[in-house]
């Protein structure tokens, strides 16, 4: 079985939803994750489930696809990552998509308010971390040496749930960063600090441990008063009801726990 991840929706949409979802993203970057897999056609099918999620979920979510198309032969499990505040915009907008998984309850909060989605099931927590090339040219250690405006700091949009992550760390330490860019989810945020364009940025755990040592990862305590629940739930109007709802069985049954976990996800 072939797995794909969607790359854009807007195949099957005008591409004023796109324009919509991006605006109500509030950044300049494209409503959707870049990917080179064909998108999901907008009536999907019985052997299809259309997953949208966070794009920390990349890693995790992309084992679970596989092993969901393993237990369910014929089946495809296609995947958008990206922003939750875009992916909800999208939902809102008419994306076809069965499944939603967020990184913050107020994004999944979009999707519900408008009578998209079933009651929630928080199934994972994450938590920042301060991200610094593996050299640490900048020899950044803690929170406050972020405030030194010599150092340059990449954080995630506010608008995005580890941009709002961010705000609330930032603000329970007192301290005041000025970011040389705000990016759209936290893969682009981290992204910066691979490429040595940032001296820092604050990015969740689990995209650190994902990055396979070309980050160090700094704990600080005010992470702790800033850590973010992630909901997952299937769509009221999914094209394929029933595989949705065996998809969000899968991410909260052991076998997803375990997956998530050793993400270096904590459990809610």
């Avoid at 913050?104 to 928080?122: R, Y």
């Avoid at 691979?194 to 070309?214: F, H, N, P």
Wanted: with cysteine.
């Amino acid at each position: 079985m072939v797995f794909r991840r969607l790359s854009r929706w807007s195949i099957a949409l005008p591409v004023a939803f796109a324009l919509a979802g991006l605006a109500g993203c509030g950044s300049g970057a494209p409503a959707t994750s870049a990917s080179s897999a064909p998108a999901a056609s907008a009536g999907g099918g019985a052997g299809e489930v259309t997953v949208f999620a966070a794009a920390s979920l990349t890693g995790t979510f992309t084992e679970l696809g596989r092993s969901f198309e393993s237990a369910h032969p014929g089946t495809t499990v296609r995947f958008n990552f990206g922003s939750s505040a875009t992916l909800a915009q999208q939902i809102v907008q008419g994306a076809p998509a069965d499944v939603f998984a967020a990184a913050s309850p107020a994004t999944m909060k979009t999707v519900t308010d408008a009578s998209l989605a079933g009651a929630p099931a928080t199934f994972v927590r994450n938590k920042l971390q301060i991200a610094v090339p593996a050299a640490n040219p900048a020899k950044v250690d803690e929170l406050k040496d972020l405030a030194d405006p010599a150092v340059k700091v990449a954080l995630c949009a506010e608008q995005v749930p580890c941009g709002a992550a961010a705000v609330k760390a930032l603000g329970a330490a007192g301290l005041k960063v000025t970011p040389v860019t705000l990016e759209q989810d936290v893969k682009a945020t981290l992204t910066k600090v691979q490429l040595g364009e940032v001296d820092a940025a604050l990015v969740y755990r689990t995209d650190v441990i994902a990055s396979g040592g070309k980050v160090t990862g700094i704990d600080f305590p005010e992470a702790a008063q800033a850590i973010n629940d992630y909901p997952i739930a299937a769509l009221t109007k999914a094209p394929a009801g029933d595989l949705a709802k065996q998809f969000v069985d899968l991410v909260l049954s052991q076998q997803g726990k375990d997956v998530l976990a050793k993400a270096g996800f904590e459990a809610p």
